[in-house]
Nanobody, 119 residues
Framework: QVHVVESGGGLVQAGGSLRLSCAAS????????LGWFRQAPGKEREFVGS????????YYAASVKGRFTISKDNAKNTVYLQMNSLKPEDSAVYLC????????????WGQGTQVTVSS
């Protein structure tokens, strides 16, 4: 069983930056990774990016590639989502999930943290 908790959301102006954290607890398993997703009101949940816990490989959605960066701190069991050049359309609840990185199967979800980008 893995438990994840997001933090770091808030209000930021367009063009600004924000860093989200995802603290994970529990025992990592083979192929373990953490993913970031977001969901805006009235829209479907959208994949943002993910990171492999073992090797640190990352994968990003086209909409955020070049602006968002995912990193991890093994000692703290924490994954970060650094968001730069934020746009109003990035506003959403951001969720962290743990699961199988290779199969993109995400079984353990956090409650989410709100990010609002003002124009």
């Amino acid at each position: 069983q893995v438990h994840v908790v997001e933090s770091g959301g808030g209000l930021v102006q367009a063009g600004g930056s924000l860093r989200l954290s995802c603290a994970a607890s529990g025992r990592p398993f083979r192929g373990y990774g953490l993913g970031w997703f977001r969901q805006a009101p009235g829209k479907e949940r959208e994949f943002v990016g993910s990171i492999s816990w073992a090797g640190g490989s990352t994968y990003y959605a086209a909409s955020v590639k070049g602006r968002f960066t995912i990193s991890k701190d093994n000692a703290k069991n924490t994954v970060y989502l650094q968001m730069n050049s934020l746009k109003p359309e990035d506003s959403a609840v951001y969720l962290c999930a743990a699961g199988d990185y290779g199969f993109s199967r995400w079984d353990y979800w956090g409650q989410g943290t709100q990010v609002t980008v003002s124009s």
